[in-house]
C-alpha cells in the first residue's frame, strides 16, 4: 500500500494553470474574472470571458477546483461575440426603458463595425431621440448594473414573452429541444440573448449610435482595435441588397426562424424552397440582362464574394442565362496570372501569401484582357503549382458577342484592371446576407451560415472534418476582411445567395459533423456554438430542392457540377 496517499481536508484554495506556463492560487469558489485579474500576463485588451479546462465561460463563473484557465478578450472572436451580444441587450434595455411602446429590431451587420437596427410600432428615430437612446445607455455603462443570468423552463419563458408581447420568441421557445432556458436581466428588463454576456454593463464603455437610412446603426469596437470605434462608411450597395432580402421573407411570411419553423410544422417546406429559389433566378435572370444592355462596353464580367457564398453556382447559372440572352461566357482563370513562386510576396509570418493582389502579373492581366477583347489571338498562360511556374495554355480568339468571365477575390479592387479597362467591366458581388434571424434581438451571422455550408462541403468533398475546417476559418476571414468587404460597395450589383430554408436543410448534415470535434481542442469551442445554434432549426427534406439551387454547391447533387463555362 503506498502510505503518501491518505484522506485530507479539501483545501480552501484552488490552483488554476495560465496558458504561459504560470500558476494561480486563490480561494475556491473565486470567479474567473478575479483570478485573471491577478493574471500579470494578460494582454492590453480588455478581458469579456474565460477559457475553463476547454470550455467557454463566463468571468462570473466560478472556479470550484484546479483548472486549466485562459482570458477571452475582445481581440478574440468569441470575445468579440461576447462583447457584441452584450452591447445588443444594453440597447435593448434602454429602448425599452425611453420608447417602451416601439418594437426594436437588430437587423444584420455592416462591414465598419456595427448592427443596422430599425424601429416598428412608431416613426424613424430622429437625431434628437438618438441621442437620448445614446445617453441612457452611457448611463446604464457608468452605473455598472450586473447582467444576472438564471435558467427556467422553457413553459415558464414562453408564458413571460406571452405577456411582454414577444410573438417572435414565443414561436421559437415552442420549437426549443432543451426543457430550459437561459434569461439575463439588467435592473428590472429581462430577455433571451443566444450565447453569453459580460459579468456587468460597465464592461460596455465603448459604442456609438448614428442614423442610418430608415434606421440606425449600433457602432461596435472591431477586433483589431477593440477600444476605438472606427469611421462609420457608407454602404448603399449593401443595405439595399439587405432590404431586398427582407422583402423577400416578407413575400413568404416569414421574418426569423420561428415563424420558418411553425411553416415547416405547418407543411409548407415545399412552397419556402421552390418561391426562394424562384427569387433567386429572378434574380440572377435581371442580372444577365443587365449585362447583355451593356454588352457593348462592359465585356469583361468580374465576380468577387468571401468563401462559401455560392460563386461558383452562380456564375454558372449566370453563363446560362447569358447563352439564353444570345451571349457567349468565355472564363478566364485568375491563378492563371499567379507570378512565379520566387515572386510571390510572403505575409507576416514569412508564408507565402497566394491572397494578395501582388502575387498576380497584373501587366501580364491586363495586356491579355486588352488583346482578347480587341479580338486579337492570345495564347492565355497556365500555371503549373507544382512547379510554381507559368506553363504554355491554349490559344484563344474571342467573337465580338462573348462575355469574358473572370472569378476571384480582387475582382472588385480596382487595381486588377488597368485604366483604360475600368469601364469595359461589369462587377458582381456575390455573398450569403442572411436576414433571417432567430428574433428580432438575436441575429444570424452571415459569417456563421458560410462556415456551415463550408463545414458540409468540406467534408464531402475534401473528407475535412469539421474540426479542419474551424481551424482553417479565422485565416480564410481575415483574408476577406483584406481583400474583400473593403471593395463591395465597387459592385455594380449584388447577388445575395442567402436562401431562407437552408439552416433547415444543413441542420441534419453539419449537426454530426460538429459532434465529431473532440472536446479539450481549440475548435471544440466553436463546434458548441454552432450545435447550439442549429438546435433551433427544423430540418427539412433536402430531396425538395432543385438540384441546380446555391445549396447543392455545399450538400451535394447539383446538375452544374460538371457544367463549364465555354471557352474559345
Same mark, same amino acid.
Given at each position: 500500500m503506498?502510505n503518501?496517499?491518505?484522506p485530507?481536508?479539501?483545501?480552501?484554495?484552488?490552483?488554476?494553470?495560465?496558458? =504561459?506556463?504560470?500558476?494561480?492560487?486563490?480561494?475556491?469558489?473565486?470567479?474567473a474574472? /478575479?483570478?485573471?485579474?491577478?493574471?500579470?500576463g494578460a494582454?492590453?485588451?480588455?478581458?469579456?470571458?474565460?477559457?475553463?479546462?476547454?470550455?467557454?465561460?463566463?468571468?462570473? +463563473?466560478?472556479? $470550484?477546483m484546479?483548472?486549466?484557465?485562459?482570458?477571452?478578450?475582445?481581440s478574440d472572436?468569441?470575445?468579440a461575440?461576447?462583447?457584441?451580444?452584450?452591447?445588443?441587450?444594453?440597447l435593448?434595455?434602454?429602448?425599452?426603458?425611453?420608447?417602451?411602446?416601439?418594437?426594436?429590431?437588430?437587423?444584420?451587420s !455592416?462591414s465598419?463595425g456595427?448592427?443596422?437596427?430599425?424601429?416598428?410600432?412608431?416613426?424613424?428615430l430622429?437625431?434628437?431621440?438618438?441621442?437620448?437612446?445614446?445617453?441612457?445607455?452611457?448611463r446604464?455603462?457608468?452605473?455598472?448594473? @450586473?447582467?444576472?443570468r438564471?435558467?427556467?423552463?422553457?413553459?415558464?419563458?414562453?408564458?413571460?414573452?406571452?405577456?411582454?408581447?414577444?410573438? %417572435?420568441?414565443?414561436s421559437?421557445?415552442?420549437?426549443?429541444?432543451?426543457?430550459?432556458?437561459?434569461?439575463?436581466?439588467?435592473?428590472?428588463?429581462?430577455?433571451?440573448?443566444?450565447?453569453?454576456?459580460? @459579468?456587468?454593463?460597465?464592461?460596455?464603455?465603448?459604442l456609438?449610435?448614428n442614423?442610418?437610412?430608415?434606421?440606425?446603426?449600433?457602432?461596435?469596437?472591431?477586433?483589431?482595435?477593440?477600444?476605438?470605434?472606427?469611421?462609420i462608411?457608407d454602404y448603399? $450597395?449593401?443595405?439595399a441588397?439587405?432590404?431586398?432580402?427582407?422583402?423577400?421573407?416578407?413575400?413568404?411570411?416569414?421574418?426569423?426562424?420561428g415563424?420558418?419553423?411553425?411553416?415547416?410544422?405547418?407543411?409548407?417546406?415545399?412552397? *419556402? &424552397?421552390?418561391?426562394? /429559389?424562384a427569387?433567386?433566378?429572378?434574380?440572377?435572370?435581371?442580372?444577365?440582362?443587365q449585362?447583355?444592355?451593356r454588352?457593348r462596353?462592359?465585356?469583361?464580367?468580374? !465576380?468577387?464574394?468571401?468563401?462559401?457564398s455560392?460563386k461558383?453556382?452562380?456564375?454558372?447559372?449566370?453563363a446560362?442565362?447569358?447563352?439564353?440572352?444570345?451571349?457567349s461566357p468565355f472564363?478566364?482563370e485568375?491563378?492563371?496570372? +499567379?507570378?512565379?513562386?520566387?515572386?510571390?510576396?510572403? %505575409?507576416e509570418?514569412?508564408?507565402?501569401? +497566394?491572397?494578395?493582389?501582388?502575387?498576380?502579373?497584373?501587366?501580364?492581366?491586363g495586356?491579355?484582357?486588352?488583346?482578347? !477583347?480587341?479580338g486579337?489571338?492570345?495564347?492565355l498562360p497556365?500555371? =503549373?503549382?507544382?512547379?510554381?511556374?507559368?506553363?504554355?495554355?491554349?490559344?484563344?480568339?474571342?467573337?465580338?458577342?462573348?462575355?469574358?468571365?473572370?472569378e476571384g !477575390?480582387?475582382?472588385?479592387?480596382?487595381r486588377?484592371?488597368?485604366?483604360?479597362?475600368?469601364?469595359?467591366?461589369?462587377? &458582381?458581388?456575390?455573398?450569403?446576407?442572411?436576414?433571417?434571424?432567430?428574433?428580432?434581438?438575436n441575429?444570424?451571422?452571415?459569417? =456563421?451560415?458560410?462556415? #456551415?455550408?463550408?463545414?458540409?462541403?468540406?467534408?464531402? /468533398?475534401?473528407?475535412?472534418?469539421?474540426?479542419q475546417?474551424?481551424s482553417?476559418?479565422e485565416?480564410?476571414?481575415?483574408?476577406?476582411?483584406?481583400? #474583400?468587404?473593403?471593395y463591395?460597395?465597387?459592385? %455594380?450589383?449584388?447577388?445575395?445567395?442567402?436562401?431562407?430554408?437552408?439552416?433547415?436543410?444543413?441542420? @441534419?448534415?453539419?449537426?454530426?459533423?460538429?459532434?465529431?470535434?473532440p472536446r479539450?481542442?481549440? /475548435?471544440f469551442?466553436e463546434?458548441?456554438?454552432?450545435?447550439?445554434?442549429?438546435?433551433?432549426?427544423?430540418?427539412v427534406?433536402?430531396?425538395? &430542392?432543385?438540384?441546380?439551387?446555391i445549396?447543392?454547391?455545399?450538400?451535394?447533387?447539383? *446538375?452544374?457540377? %460538371? +457544367?463549364?463555362?465555354?471557352?474559345?
Amino acid at each position: 500500500m503506498n502510505n503518501k496517499i491518505q484522506p485530507v481536508t479539501p483545501r480552501d484554495t484552488v490552483e488554476v494553470n495560465l496558458p =504561459d506556463g504560470g500558476v494561480l492560487s486563490g480561494p475556491r469558489g473565486a470567479t474567473a474574472g /478575479e483570478f485573471l485579474q491577478a493574471d500579470p500576463g494578460a494582454g492590453p485588451a480588455p478581458l469579456v470571458a474565460a477559457i475553463v479546462n476547454g470550455d467557454l465561460r463566463e468571468l462570473t +463563473f466560478p472556479i $470550484k477546483m484546479d483548472a486549466s484557465l485562459a482570458p477571452v478578450s475582445m481581440s478574440d472572436a468569441d470575445g468579440a461575440r461576447v462583447y457584441r451580444r452584450s452591447l445588443t441587450f444594453l440597447l435593448e434595455t434602454a429602448f425599452v426603458a425611453l420608447f417602451p411602446e416601439a418594437v426594436l429590431i437588430i437587423d444584420h451587420s !455592416i462591414s465598419s463595425g456595427g448592427y443596422y437596427c430599425h424601429v416598428n410600432g412608431r416613426p424613424v428615430l430622429n437625431r434628437s431621440e438618438l441621442q437620448r437612446l445614446e445617453a441612457e445607455m452611457k448611463r446604464l455603462v457608468d452605473a455598472n448594473l @450586473p447582467f444576472l443570468r438564471r435558467e427556467i423552463p422553457v413553459a415558464e419563458a414562453i408564458v413571460y414573452f406571452e405577456k411582454e408581447n414577444y410573438p %417572435d420568441k414565443v414561436s421559437l421557445l415552442r420549437h426549443r429541444r432543451k426543457p430550459y432556458v437561459t434569461l439575463y436581466s439588467i435592473g428590472e428588463h429581462m430577455d433571451y440573448h443566444h450565447g453569453y454576456m459580460v @459579468p456587468s454593463t460597465g464592461y460596455l464603455k465603448w459604442l456609438a449610435l448614428n442614423p442610418a437610412d430608415s434606421g440606425f446603426t449600433l457602432r461596435y469596437p472591431r477586433r483589431r482595435a477593440p477600444t476605438t470605434i472606427a469611421p462609420i462608411e457608407d454602404y448603399p $450597395k449593401l443595405m439595399a441588397t439587405f432590404h431586398q432580402y427582407g422583402q423577400w421573407l416578407e413575400r413568404l411570411g416569414i421574418d426569423n426562424v420561428g415563424a420558418l419553423n411553425d411553416a415547416i410544422e405547418g407543411g409548407r417546406s415545399r412552397e *419556402i &424552397i421552390l418561391v426562394s /429559389e424562384a427569387l433567386h433566378e429572378q434574380n440572377i435572370t435581371d442580372i444577365a440582362r443587365q449585362i447583355a444592355h451593356r454588352r457593348r462596353e462592359a465585356r469583361i464580367v468580374l !465576380i468577387s464574394g468571401p468563401s462559401s457564398s455560392g460563386k461558383t453556382t452562380f456564375s454558372r447559372r449566370l453563363a446560362i442565362q447569358l447563352l439564353a440572352l444570345g451571349l457567349s461566357p468565355f472564363a478566364l482563370e485568375l491563378d492563371s496570372y +499567379f507570378v512565379d513562386r520566387e515572386k510571390t510576396p510572403l %505575409d507576416e509570418k514569412g508564408q507565402f501569401n +497566394f491572397e494578395a493582389l501582388e502575387a498576380l502579373d497584373l501587366n501580364q492581366l491586363g495586356g491579355h484582357l486588352t488583346r482578347l !477583347i480587341a479580338g486579337e489571338t492570345v495564347t492565355l498562360p497556365r500555371y =503549373d503549382f507544382k512547379v510554381g511556374r507559368q506553363v504554355t495554355g491554349d490559344a484563344v480568339q474571342l467573337t465580338p458577342d462573348q462575355i469574358i468571365i473572370l472569378e476571384g !477575390i480582387h475582382g472588385l479592387d480596382p487595381r486588377l484592371l488597368p485604366g483604360s479597362l475600368s469601364g469595359r467591366a461589369f462587377r &458582381i458581388y456575390g455573398a450569403a446576407l442572411t436576414q433571417l434571424n432567430l428574433d428580432r434581438h438575436n441575429r444570424v451571422s452571415t459569417a =456563421d451560415t458560410r462556415l #456551415i455550408r463550408r463545414i458540409v462541403r468540406d467534408a464531402r /468533398e475534401r473528407g475535412y472534418t469539421a474540426q479542419q475546417t474551424i481551424s482553417r476559418w479565422e485565416s480564410v476571414r481575415r483574408g476577406e476582411e483584406l481583400y #474583400i468587404f473593403p471593395y463591395q460597395e465597387n459592385a %455594380d450589383v449584388m447577388f445575395n445567395s442567402a436562401l431562407v430554408y437552408e439552416m433547415s436543410a444543413l441542420q @441534419p448534415l453539419a449537426e454530426p459533423l460538429l459532434r465529431q470535434v473532440p472536446r479539450g481542442t481549440p /475548435e471544440f469551442i466553436e463546434a458548441k456554438r454552432l450545435l447550439a445554434f442549429l438546435e433551433w432549426f427544423l430540418p427539412v427534406d433536402t430531396d425538395l &430542392i432543385p438540384d441546380n439551387s446555391i445549396l447543392r454547391e455545399f450538400i451535394g447533387g447539383s *446538375i452544374l457540377q %460538371d +457544367f463549364k463555362i465555354w471557352k474559345a
